[in-house]
């Protein structure tokens, strides 16, 4: 039995504390080849924030003076406005009440603005200005030199620093460097995967591997779905009204009414999506599916206990029922069949052989646990060899292992940014696949096939390709009439030295749309109320994509748009360079 079959009791136990100490012990190693100075760090770091705190007071200050100045000259323009109206009045003999004294003090408050303007403001101003750049010009160059100081250890941080931790303390898991075709199309052609299931999903982080053979894949990104949107409109009329006036008698008034309508129509709702694949062998018949249920991790109250019995004697009901059709058949451990609930399981013999009741326990121990994990967040389907999960707590999650977002000038804000994303990224992965580590079958080992074996490792996969177009973004794929977000998907057109492939970006363009609707006034009379809203009308555009990875990017993407010219635009063409996936892409959109 796999010692990750106790997946909560394994973490809680002795993995996070081994694996914090791996990340402690990583991060050490790496200062130390680095070579980098830490004391020299620190106070160059302590000079720096020195010069920043300075720096910020000083255009605080200077942001002051220039509102002062701006209050002395506002005060100067409208005294010396004042003082002009009142000679102007004065000479044509509108002759009034202490006007020369109300000239006089303009003049004298004229004078004391320009004056303090010229004497002291402008001077002050252009002080502070020059200390603000003398600052501005010696923090750049302690920062220039702080990150000279660790350029080494940023050197050293790499896609793979993180996945190398956990390969320590978990070796059952192995990582890809990168999400090829051979591992997309063994879950695919061997085990059972529809790429439909995910085909409105476009993918923006990605991280597969397997466990004991058996193919993972881990991945977040933004999908679409046509959801109701309420519009609403209104329209003023004027109905006949009658009351009764101070004589006592009745009278018809004509008083306005507000009449409101509201429809409804579909609009494409975006959000961000994460999911699990795993394919196995097992229970290749199987399917079922299960979501999270309201009885986990809940108290022992006496409400709580009577809500689970409640649930209890609704399946014991419906696996007695032998006239439906379908072949439920209730399992002695009712808290797991409570808390699963996976009441449209295709085949009870291979549900039973997936789920021991050894798996039983571990399982409703993860659904019921409220302080280790994240508990029951995830909504479980298997159809045959592939399992897909949706866990909840992957949705915030930062699974990105771009080494840049541990680049730093200060070495203490790289060890603690280090730690933290480390810790957080391990805890999402483990939990994330904590739900398959408690099916032994999921952790036997499994023969690869020749198929898998023999595929070109670094040839990428439609999957990866949409993570390259994502760090792009919808800007330089959408359609010009697009109003919406873009679902990118990609298909690979050619592969060699470099990957070609097509990203197409599906949106939404909006049509201004009235709607009238009949709705009835106070009298009974029905007025055409109109109710603006818009129609979401499918847009699409193609575009075509060269990624040339490693080495000299540029050389090596002009040497590749020289050879296929024929499918590139005459000068039509821009180079755009990025790090993704451990490897520096140079990618020339068409």
């Known amino acids: ?181 051979a591992h997309l199309e063994d879950l695919t052609d061997n085990l059972d995967w529809r790429m439909h299931l995910t085909e409105k999903i476009s993918v923006s982080d990605l991280q597969s591997g397997d466990i004991a053979g058996n193919p993972f894949v881990i991945a977040k990104g933004k999908t679409v779905k046509m959801l109701k949107k309420r519009y609403s409109g209104t329209k003023t009329v004027w109905v006949s009204k009658r009351t009764v006036n101070a004589e006592g008698r009745s009278v018809t008034r004509r008083v306005p009414e507000v009449l409101a309508a509201d429809i409804e129509r579909p609009f494409p709702d975006y959000r961000e999506v994460a999911f699990v694949l795993l394919g196995s062998d097992a229970a290749p018949n199987l399917n079922f599916s299960r979501e999270p249920s309201r009885h986990s991790g809940k108290e022992d109250t006496f409400f709580n206990r009577l809500a689970k019995r409640r649930t209890t004697k609704q399946l014991e009901a419906f696996s007695r029922n032998l006239t439906d059709e379908y ?105 994330a696949l904590a739900p398959l580590l408690t099916i032994p079958l999921y952790c036997h080992l499994r023969n690869k096939t020749k198929h898998t074996l023999h595929r070109e490792y670094f040839e990428t996969s439609p999957w990866e390709n949409e993570v390259i177009a994502n760090v792009y973004g919808d800007a330089a794929f959408r359609h010009p009439e697009c109003a919406t977000p873009c679902i990118l998907k990609t298909e690979t057109r050619s592969h060699g030295d470099v990957t070609i492939f097509d990203v197409t970006a599906h949106g939404y363009r909006e049509i201004p749309r009235t709607e009238w609707i009949s709705v009835a006034d106070s009298n009974g009379n029905y007025h055409k109320v109109p109710v603006e809203w818009f129609e979401y009308a499918p847009v699409q555009q193609t575009s075509r994509v060269i990624a040339v990875p490693d080495g000299n990017a540029e050389a090596q993407a002009a040497t590749a748009a020289e050879s296929i010219k024929a499918m590139l635009k005459e000068n039509g063409f821009a180079f755009h360079t990025f790090s993704h996936i451990r490897a520096t892409y140079t990618a020339i959109l068409t």
């Open 1 to 181: 039995m796999s010692r990750l079959s106790e997946p909560l009791e394994a973490y809680r136990s002795y993995l996070n504390e081994q694996h914090y100490r791996l990340v402690r012990e990583t991060l050490d190693v790496l200062i130390r080849r680095s070579g980098v100075d830490g004391a020299a760090n620190q106070r160059t770091v302590r000079d720096l924030n020195r010069i920043l705190a300075r720096l910020i007071s000083f255009r605080k200050k200077l942001a002051f003076l220039r509102g002062l100045d701006a209050g002395i000259l506002f005060l100067l323009v409208l005294s010396a406005s004042g003082g002009v109206v009142a000679f102007v009045l004065y000479c044509m003999g509108h002759v009034f009440t202490h006007s020369l004294k109300f000239i006089l003090v303009s003049f004298l408050l004229t004078l004391s603005a320009a004056l303090l303007r010229a004497l002291w403001m402008k001077q002050k101003i252009a002080r502070v200005t020059a200390e603000v750049s003398r600052l501005e010009a010696q923090r750049q160059t302690l920062e220039a030199q702080a990150w000279d100081e660790m350029a080494p250890l940023n050197h050293l941080f790499t896609w793979d620093t993180v996945t190398d931790i956990i390969r320590k303390i978990l070796p059952e898991i192995t990582f890809d460097r990168l999400h090829s075709q």
């Open 327 to 431: 072949g439920f058949t209730m399992m002695a451990n009712r808290e797991f069949e409570t808390l699963f609930h996976a009441t449209d399981r295709s085949d009870e013999r291979e549900f039973r052989l997936l789920f021991t009741p050894y798996a039983q326990q571990q399982m409703v121990a993860l659904l019921n646990d409220t302080t280790i994990g994240y508990g029951d967040d995830f909504q479980m389907i298997k159809e045959k060899r592939s399992t897909l999960l949706f866990p909840e707590h992957l949705q915030t999650a930062n699974i990105a292992l771009d080494p840049a977002q541990f680049y730093h000038y200060d070495l203490e804000q790289i060890k603690k940014t280090f730690l933290s994303f480390n810790l957080d990224y391990f805890k999402h992965l483990y939990f």
